[in-house]
């Protein structure tokens, strides 16, 4: 795979739903190309592009691959997608490091949800795109119709080549150059049509459907020409300085971490120094090579628009940029999705937690979408991702590849506790029989406060000597984290301490702290205290024909809709709000209420008064589990 340049190399994404045929169109290319003999099958674990062992055992993809494809001299760098929705993650990856990406279509199945995300993913990063409908070969398959329901859906820049007239005037429409050939000469020529169509394909005006079948190995040659015909090269410039974007990190079992990257200027050799400018640090490049799957093939230079495996990278994450010291280039990081379902995990060695983090971490680098938190208030460790799938998945290879079983247990809500009225109360602390005595003795009033923690003195006479002041605040503190009602924070309180009493010789600070934390206790019982409860707001987009079912489930999950904005291109965006404890499985409940069409993002807004029933149930619950402790 040595001696390609810009113009004899490509770069694909394969996007499109699951299961529509892409890693074993790869296979078909490979054959059709001479690299290997037999097709592989997805099921039995033997294509190119589906190699890890938890693909294998699955049955789908879940990492993005390389596979190189060499055709009439032309190098053409596929990357194979995951088509589950939980990796959307991937795709976002593989867009920055390809020029266009290819959807692919089943024609048993025409559009589905996949093909749906795949074309909004692309107009989002503002990714060339063209269609493959694939598996023409089964029966009953109507290509006509499922070009027709492309053209419906997206719109009329999805053209097939067959329909040469609609092309050349597509093409035509591209730019005035183009348009003023039409117009005198009436048709183009083969090179005016390529150089027409892949400028049209770059600036996305077209978006050309081709047809083949991964499974008998009809047309797969065609769409690779059609490839290198007109999909959009690398705007590049080979005799830059050197530098690379980093656009996918894999761990590998037997060669560790092997960073994926995208050489956007200059060439690449092994060996060489670069700089991270994000991490600042130096960078330099030890083993380099190409990748196809698993394979690896040797790699002395990589040039500007190729695609390049850099292993080792000691500073170096996925997103960033690696570039000369003294030439500062920080290209933008990935635009991964946040996190939208969270589960609690508990290790089953007690012992783990070390290990869990640090194995975690190493899944985070391979798929930054995963996130990995430890809520200090409910003391449980999260982890966070796309749905059910990805989790499990991080899950089992948490286990396999770092040696920690956990179990996904039931998640806590970090509620708070405050007061709504006041209290004015005494707390004494004596206890002077034999030995050194204690004595401290406080008169506290609590009232609610737009603070987190207010505390004040209104002390006169020396009824408290001053110096035990900041004694009674600390131990006040020390209450606001673990309130009388289910052992939650406290917040909002104001406390003026505005008499007391002492002895010359029993009192000290601590007793003074242990008087403050009985006045605290009774304090909030008796200002009408409440357990709060955190309120996410939530930003859902539907489509039209689920907008009732999303809205009329709102409610039962203690939810309101505050506003509904429609979308350009169809469906609405809800703004609505409701209790986290409500949310906990909104990912798994919108995709099934939806078909995985719906989307939402969420993020915390307030704490908000637990209606008295709930506040009841958790309250027991909490003193049922302090019984059991
Ligand atoms: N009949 C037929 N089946 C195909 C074709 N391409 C893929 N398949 C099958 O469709 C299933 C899903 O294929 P796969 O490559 O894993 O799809 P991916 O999820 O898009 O990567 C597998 O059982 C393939 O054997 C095709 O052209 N024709
Ligand atoms: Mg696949």
Sequence with gaps: MKGYNKETIRNVALLGHGGSGKTTFLDAALLATGVISRLGKVEDGTTVSD?????????????????????????????????????????????????????????????QVGTEKAWLACKKNNAPRFFIINKIDKDNVNVDQVVADLQAKFGT??????????????????????????????????????????????????????????????????????????????????????VAFVFKTLADAFLGKISLAKVVSGKLTPGMSLYNHTTEKDEKLGSMFFLRGKTQGECPTAVAGDIVALGKLQFTKTGDTLSEKNNEVVLDPIAFPQPTL?????????????????GFQKLMEEDPSLVLQRNKETRQTLIGGQGEIQLAIALSKLKDKYGVAVNVVPQK???????????????KHKKQTGGSGQ?????????????????????????????????????????MEKGPLAGCKVQNVKAVLYDGSYHPVDSNENAFKTAASLAFKKGIVEAKPCLLEPIMKLNILVPDE??????????????????????????????????????????????????ARGSFTMEFDRYQEVPAANAQKIIEAHKAEEADA
């Design 546 to 595: 689920y907008v009732g079912s999303v809205m009329g489930d709102l409610p039962t999950r203690r939810g309101v809709v505050m506003g509904m904005d429609p979308q350009i291109g169809g469906g609405q965006l809800l703004h609505a709000e409701a209790p986290q404890a409500e949310l906990f499985d909104y990912a798994i409940a919108l995709r099934s209420m939806t078909q």
């Design 413 to 427: 809500i970090a509620y708070r506790e405050t007061i709504k009225g006041t209290s004015d109360v005494q707390g």
């Design 342 to 358: 969270y589960q609690a995990i508990v290790p089953v060695d007690k012992g783990a937690d070390d290990k869990l983090s640090s």
């Design 157 to 242: 820049s999805v053209v097939t080549l067959d329909d040469r007239d609609a092309v050349s005037e597509a093409i035509a429409e591209v730019d005035e150059e183009l348009m003023e050939i039409y117009f005198d000469a009436g048709e183009f020529t083969d090179e005016q049509f390529n150089a027409g169509l892949s400028k049209g394909i770059q600036q996305g005006d077209i978006c050309p459907v081709f047809t083949c079948s991964a499974l008998t190995g009809e047309g797969v040659k065609e769409v690779l020409q059609k490839i290198i015909d007109v999909v959009p090269k690398a705007d590049v410039d080979e005799n830059g300085r050197p």
């Design 51 to 111: 190699y890890d062992k938890t693909e294998i055992e699955k049955g789908y993809s879940i990492n993005t691959t390389i596979v190189p494809v060499e055709f009439n001299k032309v190098k053409i760098n596929f990357l194979d997608t995951p088509g589950f929705f939980d990796f959307a993650g991937e795709v976002q990856g593989a867009l920055r490091a390809a020029e266009a990406a290819a959807i692919l279509v089943d024609a048993s199945s025409g559009v």
């Design 439 to 479: 004595y401290g003795d406080v008169h506290i009033r609590f009232s609610p406060s737009e603070q987190e923690f207010e505390f004040s003195e209104e002390l006169f006479g020396g009824s408290v000597p001053k110096q035990y002041v900041p004694a009674v605040e600390k131990g006040l503190l020390e209450c």
